[in-house]
């Protein structure tokens, strides 16, 4: 089946500082990434939705200044989450598809801002 | 935000039962219907998708029912093991609009 990697698996930044999430679709390439964030014991809510090499389409009440999204290849995607807060403590997920069909995810990035 | 409702949201069955989630939509755009199973910490892996030309679809001991007039379907898990202890979303289309989320726990 298809492997998306995201990268890193956990990380702890310090309050005001940047942290960047990479999102990696291993073995196939993918037109559109989704970026996901989950609160513990909840569903997944879709922050922005990127296509290759234009610009993401956020989410209504989604910060695009704060959540910095880019999609420069078919296989690479990333996620900055800029001047983090701990409210920006999150557990976040990327997924994968090609031609909005069949969508795979990464194993997601627990961030914790202290 | 979502536009997918799922029930129920948590559902405890004893091993070898069949729990079933069920989700409702609303927008008949929608073409792909998948099911994604979540551990603890782990992102979503699918399940099972399918489409509405066609009622029912089952791989292994999960099945999907859809009922395209009533805008909804379902996932039956049959024979159900204490290893399928795990969230569950149902998700519509490439929009990608999960449900809320079904915690099932099968006790031994």
């Known amino acids: 089946g298809a492997v998306v990697s995201q990268h890193p698996s956990w990380v702890i930044c310090k309050s005001g500082t940047s942290v960047k999430i990479e999102c990696r679709s291993l073995?196939?390439?993918?037109?559109?990434m989704f970026w996901y964030r989950q609160f513990p014991k909840q569903s997944l809510m879709l922050m922005a939705t990127?296509?290759?090499?234009?610009?993401?389409?956020?989410e209504q009440g989604v910060e695009k200044d704060k959540f910095l999204i880019n999609h420069a290849s078919l296989t690479l995607s990333t996620l900055t989450v800029t001047s983090a807060h701990p409210e920006d403590s999150s557990f976040y997920i990327c997924?994968?598809?090609?031609?909005?069909?069949?969508?795979?995810f990464g194993q997601g990035t627990r961030l914790t801002v202290v | 935000q979502q536009q997918v409702k799922q029930s129920p949201q948590s559902l405890i069955v004893q091993k070898g039962g069949i729990p079933i989630i069920n989700c409702a939509y609303e927008?008949?755009?929608?073409?792909?219907f998948p099911w994604y199973q979540q551990f603890p910490g782990k992102g979503p892996a699918l399940l099972i998708a399918?489409?509405?030309?066609?009622s029912e679809k089952k791989e292994g001991r999960f099945t999907i029912s859809f009922n395209k007039s009533a805008k909804q379907f379902s996932l039956h898990i049959m024979d159900s093991q204490p290893g399928d202890s795990a969230t569950y979303f149902c998700?519509?289309?490439?929009?990608?609009?999960f449900g809320a989320g079904t915690r099932l726990t099968v006790k031994p």
């Open positions: 997924s994968a598809s090609t031609y909005r069909v069949e969508a795979f």
């Open positions: 073995d196939f390439q993918a037109t559109t």
């Open positions: 990127s296509n290759e090499g234009s610009k993401a389409t956020y």
């Open positions: 927008n008949t755009a929608f073409d792909y």
């Open positions: 399918i489409r509405p030309d066609v």
């Open positions: 998700a519509a289309s490439s929009f990608m609009r």
